[in-house]
C-alpha cells in the first residue's frame, strides 16, 4: 500500500469516509490521475502537473481539497476557503453529506483544464 492510500485509510472517521469519496470524486472525473504523496498528504497529479491534495485537519474539524492553480479558478468561488494562504484555495467539508459532487466535479473539471497554467496570474 502506498503512503497515500495509508494516509487515508488511517484517519478515524468521519475523515476517513469523506477522503475516500473525495479521492473516488477525482478518480471518475480526472482519468489520467495519479495519486502520490507528497508533504505528507495525498496529492493529485495529471502527468507532472499538480491538480488538488487532500488535508485532514482534526484541529479544524474539516477535509480541505485544495487547488495548487487556484488563481485561474472561475467556479464556484463562493465555496472556496483560502484561510491564511496566499494563492491556494480550497474546498472544505465537515461531514460526508456536505461534499455536493456537482461542486467538486466542476471545480475538479475546470482545474484540469487549466493545469498548464503557472501558480500564479501576472496583473
Known amino acids: 500500500m502506498n503512503?497515500?492510500?495509508?494516509?487515508?485509510?488511517?484517519?478515524?472517521?468521519?475523515?476517513?469516509?469523506?477522503?475516500?469519496?473525495?479521492?473516488?470524486?477525482?478518480?471518475?472525473?480526472?482519468?489520467?490521475?495519479?495519486?502520490?504523496?507528497?508533504?505528507?498528504?495525498?496529492?493529485?497529479?495529471?502527468g507532472k502537473k499538480p491538480i488538488c491534495y487532500l488535508n485532514a485537519s482534526h484541529k479544524g474539524s474539516f477535509v480541505d481539497v485544495a487547488?495548487?492553480?487556484?488563481?485561474?479558478?472561475?467556479?464556484?468561488?463562493e465555496h472556496m476557503y483560502t484561510e491564511k494562504r496566499k494563492v491556494v484555495k480550497s474546498l472544505r467539508y465537515s461531514s460526508l453529506e456536505a461534499i455536493d459532487d456537482g461542486i467538486l466535479?466542476?471545480?475538479l473539471q475546470e482545474a484540469y483544464?487549466?493545469?498548464?497554467?503557472?501558480?500564479?496570474?501576472?496583473n
Open 105 to 107: 466535479s466542476e471545480v
Open 3 to 46: 503512503p497515500a492510500e495509508e494516509y487515508i485509510l488511517n484517519q478515524p472517521e468521519p475523515y476517513r469516509s469523506m477522503l475516500l469519496h473525495v479521492k473516488a470524486v477525482i478518480e471518475s472525473v480526472i482519468p489520467d490521475v495519479a495519486m502520490k504523496y507528497k508533504w505528507r498528504i495525498p496529492c493529485f497529479y495529471a
Open 67 to 77: 487547488f495548487w492553480n487556484s488563481a485561474h479558478l472561475t467556479k464556484h468561488l
Open 113 to 122: 483544464s487549466r493545469k498548464d497554467d503557472s501558480f500564479y496570474t501576472k
